[in-house]
């Protein structure tokens, strides 16, 4: 059985970095990189090429947010390390109101889902990582899990920002829930949670 470590923190506070240096030395690190390709976007391309660069040669890439529970039964490394959360997270959001709300898919003021809708999305993105945890469990190393905590800023003045920041705070409790150990990383220092 894995062990699950959750780290959480800020943009930018050193959360991946600390997962990063937790995996350095261990053999067989598959690094699941959540985030889609933004080739027109140079900041995130530059995001991209850092995370790169940080990680060891030895360790396995492997990007994809969607079925990644289904990818991860069948893949046979010894130890992960997910980045990140809020990614994965919002990657399935917004495909899963396209397949199921097209009319809705700008979310804006003007056609935001409604409050079943709301419930009815957020059981699907529990679900989706109720599947992954399960598929890592499996595993026998050790599974980091970055994930970003967007609830300690100003209440979002959109209705996509509030209910993003309410369905990553329940997703982050799952996960905490879920893992073995919790950490939050501010200014690149790591305070153990639980």
């Given at each position: ?6 780290v959480t ?64 039964r069948g ?29 809705k898919v ?89």
């Amino acid at each position: 059985m894995a062990k699950l470590v959750l780290v959480t923190g800020g943009a930018r506070s050193g959360k991946s970095a600390f997962a990063e240096a937790a995996l350095w030395d261990k053999p067989d690190v598959c690094y699941l990189a959540t985030g889609l390709s933004r080739q027109d976007d140079p900041d995130w391309q530059e995001r991209v090429r850092l995370h790169q660069q940080r990680r060891p040669e030895a360790w396995v890439t492997h990007e994809q947010y969607a079925g990644l529970g289904d990818w991860l039964r069948g893949a046979s490394h010894r130890n992960y390390l997910l980045d990140c959360v809020t990614m994965l997270t919002t990657n399935v959001l917004f495909d899963t109101v396209a397949a199921q709300w097209p009319d809705k898919v700008t979310l804006d003021e003007t056609c935001f889902l409604s409050r079943t809708e709301q419930a009815q999305l957020l059981e699907q993105l529990l679900s989706e990582w109720q599947s992954i945890i399960a598929s890592l469990r499996d595993k026998d190393g050790e599974v980091y899990i970055v994930t970003n905590e967007i609830g300690l800023g100003i209440v979002p003045d959109t209705p996509l920002g509030r209910y993003f920041r309410d369905v990553l705070g329940q997703v982050n409790q799952f996960l905490a829930k879920e893992a073995s150990e919790v950490y939050l990383v501010i200014c690149g220092l790591a305070q153990r949670l639980k």
